[in-house]
Nanobody, 119 residues
Protein backbone atom coordinates (compact mmCIF):
# COMPACT_ATOMS: atom_id res chain seq x y z
CA UNK A 1 0.00 0.00 0.00
CA UNK A 2 0.96 3.65 -0.49
CA UNK A 3 0.35 6.40 2.04
CA UNK A 4 0.48 10.14 1.46
CA UNK A 5 0.94 12.41 4.47
CA UNK A 6 0.18 16.10 3.99
CA UNK A 7 1.23 18.93 6.26
CA UNK A 8 1.40 22.72 6.36
CA UNK A 9 -2.22 23.77 5.97
CA UNK A 10 -3.75 26.46 8.10
CA UNK A 11 -4.84 30.08 8.29
CA UNK A 12 -2.93 32.85 6.56
CA UNK A 13 -3.64 36.52 5.87
CA UNK A 14 -4.11 37.86 2.37
CA UNK A 15 -0.71 38.63 0.90
CA UNK A 16 1.01 36.14 3.16
CA UNK A 17 2.76 32.87 2.47
CA UNK A 18 2.25 29.23 3.33
CA UNK A 19 4.11 26.02 2.54
CA UNK A 20 2.50 22.63 1.98
CA UNK A 21 4.36 19.33 2.00
CA UNK A 22 3.38 15.81 1.04
CA UNK A 23 5.43 12.69 1.70
CA UNK A 24 4.78 9.33 0.07
CA UNK A 25 5.68 6.01 1.67
CA UNK A 26 4.88 2.34 1.28
CA UNK A 27 5.10 -0.03 -1.66
CA UNK A 28 6.72 2.23 -4.24
CA UNK A 29 8.82 1.14 -7.16
CA UNK A 30 9.10 4.60 -8.65
CA UNK A 31 7.12 7.83 -8.70
CA UNK A 32 6.13 9.73 -11.78
CA UNK A 33 4.33 13.05 -11.71
CA UNK A 34 3.47 14.64 -8.38
CA UNK A 35 1.10 17.51 -7.95
CA UNK A 36 -1.28 19.59 -5.92
CA UNK A 37 -4.97 20.10 -6.54
CA UNK A 38 -7.57 22.09 -4.66
CA UNK A 39 -11.31 22.02 -4.22
CA UNK A 40 -13.98 24.25 -2.71
CA UNK A 41 -17.60 23.30 -1.99
CA UNK A 42 -19.69 23.17 -5.13
CA UNK A 43 -16.72 23.25 -7.47
CA UNK A 44 -14.68 20.61 -9.24
CA UNK A 45 -11.20 19.79 -8.14
CA UNK A 46 -8.71 21.92 -10.07
CA UNK A 47 -5.04 21.62 -10.85
CA UNK A 48 -2.77 23.90 -8.84
CA UNK A 49 0.65 22.66 -9.88
CA UNK A 50 2.37 19.53 -11.14
CA UNK A 51 5.99 18.46 -11.34
CA UNK A 52 7.29 15.57 -13.41
CA UNK A 53 9.97 13.05 -12.54
CA UNK A 54 12.32 15.23 -14.60
CA UNK A 55 11.37 18.29 -12.50
CA UNK A 56 9.41 19.98 -15.26
CA UNK A 57 6.71 22.15 -13.69
CA UNK A 58 3.29 23.35 -14.76
CA UNK A 59 0.87 25.66 -12.97
CA UNK A 60 -2.75 26.56 -13.10
CA UNK A 61 -3.37 30.00 -14.54
CA UNK A 62 -4.78 31.35 -11.29
CA UNK A 63 -1.59 30.62 -9.32
CA UNK A 64 1.06 31.17 -11.95
CA UNK A 65 3.74 33.53 -10.68
CA UNK A 66 2.70 33.13 -7.04
CA UNK A 67 3.11 29.42 -6.26
CA UNK A 68 6.16 27.19 -6.68
CA UNK A 69 6.19 23.40 -6.69
CA UNK A 70 9.28 21.30 -6.00
CA UNK A 71 10.18 17.71 -5.17
CA UNK A 72 12.76 15.75 -3.24
CA UNK A 73 13.17 12.37 -4.89
CA UNK A 74 15.28 10.96 -2.05
CA UNK A 75 12.44 11.61 0.39
CA UNK A 76 9.54 11.03 -2.02
CA UNK A 77 8.27 14.46 -1.08
CA UNK A 78 6.53 17.22 -3.01
CA UNK A 79 6.27 20.77 -1.69
CA UNK A 80 4.09 23.71 -2.65
CA UNK A 81 5.33 27.17 -1.69
CA UNK A 82 2.41 29.60 -1.83
CA UNK A 83 3.12 33.34 -1.88
CA UNK A 84 0.99 36.48 -2.11
CA UNK A 85 -2.02 34.43 -1.18
CA UNK A 86 -5.48 35.68 -2.04
CA UNK A 87 -8.94 35.04 -0.64
CA UNK A 88 -9.72 32.92 -3.69
CA UNK A 89 -6.94 30.51 -2.70
CA UNK A 90 -9.06 29.26 0.19
CA UNK A 91 -9.71 25.57 -0.44
CA UNK A 92 -8.89 22.04 0.58
CA UNK A 93 -5.59 21.13 -1.01
CA UNK A 94 -4.91 17.57 -2.11
CA UNK A 95 -1.59 15.98 -2.92
CA UNK A 96 -1.52 13.51 -5.81
CA UNK A 97 1.22 11.13 -6.87
CA UNK A 98 1.55 8.62 -9.68
CA UNK A 99 3.16 5.43 -8.42
CA UNK A 100 4.64 2.87 -10.77
CA UNK A 101 4.13 -0.79 -9.98
CA UNK A 102 5.58 -3.14 -12.56
CA UNK A 103 4.88 -1.20 -15.77
CA UNK A 104 1.59 0.29 -14.63
CA UNK A 105 0.98 3.64 -12.94
CA UNK A 106 -1.54 4.04 -10.13
CA UNK A 107 -2.98 7.27 -8.84
CA UNK A 108 -2.92 8.06 -5.11
CA UNK A 109 -4.44 11.02 -3.28
CA UNK A 110 -3.74 12.57 0.08
CA UNK A 111 -6.52 13.17 2.57
CA UNK A 112 -6.53 16.92 1.94
CA UNK A 113 -5.49 19.84 4.09
CA UNK A 114 -7.51 23.01 4.67
CA UNK A 115 -5.99 26.33 3.61
CA UNK A 116 -7.90 29.45 4.63
CA UNK A 117 -6.92 32.97 3.55
CA UNK A 118 -8.32 35.83 5.60
CA UNK A 119 -8.58 39.55 4.87
Amino acid sequence: QVQLVESGGGLVQSGGSLRLSCAASGSIFSIGDMGWYRQTPGKQRELVAVITDESTTSYGDSVKGRFTISRDNAKNTVTLQMMNMQLEDTAVYYCKVLVRKSNTFFQYWGQGTQVTVSS
